[in-house]
């Protein structure tokens, strides 16, 4: 039994078979082809914050190979009102074969895989995204061929999908640098994990620099769920730190870009690099579905 919490839950090798196995159901679900690996599995996803995606991606995932999905509002289960974290996890332990949970803390996570007996997967924190990642490795692989002669260029808020990249970068061996406002940048303790396991993690504070020579180039909103009442304030700091189409021209020509989703055209990123030619976003989107369902097959496929 295996919880994905950190990306780095994961080896190199097992990330590695996740997105072999995620390339193999993408084409069979291309083809037409059924299998129901996980019928009779069940799979529990607790949501304390919105989500499009990830809550499709993963009931369709489920429903795909022959299994389900229940989706549970925090606020529409008794957690709500004050039920320990604990006893929800001993509980859903009981019902289910996994449970994916976002959550506004990371420590709610964490607390839930303390207690739980099936595996839980991180569907969002405010320290990581790793089933974000999932998808993102596929798509840079099936765009570029590898990833360890890869550069990919962060640009704008050092935040969970980034603290999640700059780990899968590390342990995969892809250079990434990350350009952020001062203040702005990953979490700490990401940054020290990811020198332990000899990540080529670089800063470098003025994007047009951090984009030379970038294979690809990722951003995110400006504004995660939980800091709006920081709006003002991170609209002005990161106002130099848009991915608009004159700091793509200084990327390589070939360079693709990523977005996780939700975007704020005219934000984080103009419309016109989302329409771009060099924009893969609703590929990467798709590749949500596909990760996820080789992530599933790992974790509780194997009876
Ligand atoms: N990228 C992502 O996780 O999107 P949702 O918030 O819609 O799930
Ligand atoms: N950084 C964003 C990602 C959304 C998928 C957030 O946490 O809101």
């Known amino acids: ?28 679900r291309y083809k037409g082809i059924v299998t129901e690996h996980l019928r ?32 549970l509002g925090w606020n529409d ?15 859903l332990s009981r019902y289910v074969h996994a449970v994916m949970i976002r959550a506004r803390d990371h420590s709610t996570i964490e607390e839930f895989a303390k207690y739980s007996t099936v595996p839980v997967i991180n569907g969002l924190s405010n320290l990581e995204h790793p089933c974000q990642i999932l998808a993102d490795l596929m798509t840079i692989r099936e765009y570029k061929g590898t990833l360890s002669k890869i550069k990919l260029v962060w640009v ?19 250079k990434m640098v990350y350009s952020t406002p001062p203040g702005y940048e990953p979490d700490r303790r990401i940054l020290e994990l990811a020198e332990k396991l000899n990540g080529d993690i670089e ?80 590929e990467q989107s798709e590749n949500r579905l596909h990760a996820q369902k080789a992530l599933l097959l790992k974790l509780i496929g194997g009876e």
């Open 156 to 174: 704008g808020d050092g935040n969970n999908v980034c603290n999640s990249m700059i780990l899968a970068s590390s342990l995969i061996g892809m």
């Open 40 to 71: 009779n599995k069940s799979l529990a996803m607790i949501f304390e914050l919105p989500s499009t995606r990830t809550r499709v991606s993963f009931e369709v995932a489920m429903s795909d190979l022959g299994g389900h999905a229940l989706y």
């Open 203 to 282: 800063y470098v504070r003025d994007p047009d620099e951090a984009v030379k020579g970038a294979d690809v180039i990722y951003t995110d909103v400006w504004i995660s769920m939980g800091q709006e009442e920081e709006r003002e304030k991170r609209l002005k700091v990161f106002s130099e730190y848009q991915v608009n189409m004159n700091l793509l021209n200084l990327a390589n020509e070939d360079a693709i870009v990523l977005h996780c989703l939700p975007a704020h055209r005219g934000e984080e990123i103009t419309d016109e690099v989302i329409e771009s030619s060099n924009s893969v976003i609703y």
């Open 1 to 28: 039994m295996k919880h994905l919490i950190s990306i780095s839950d994961l080896t190199r090798e097992e990330i590695e078979e996740i997105l072999d196995l995620a390339d193999e159901l993408k084409a069979e």
């Open 77 to 91: 289960l008794q957690l709500g009102r004050g039920e320990p974290i604990k006893d929800t996890a001993r509980v």
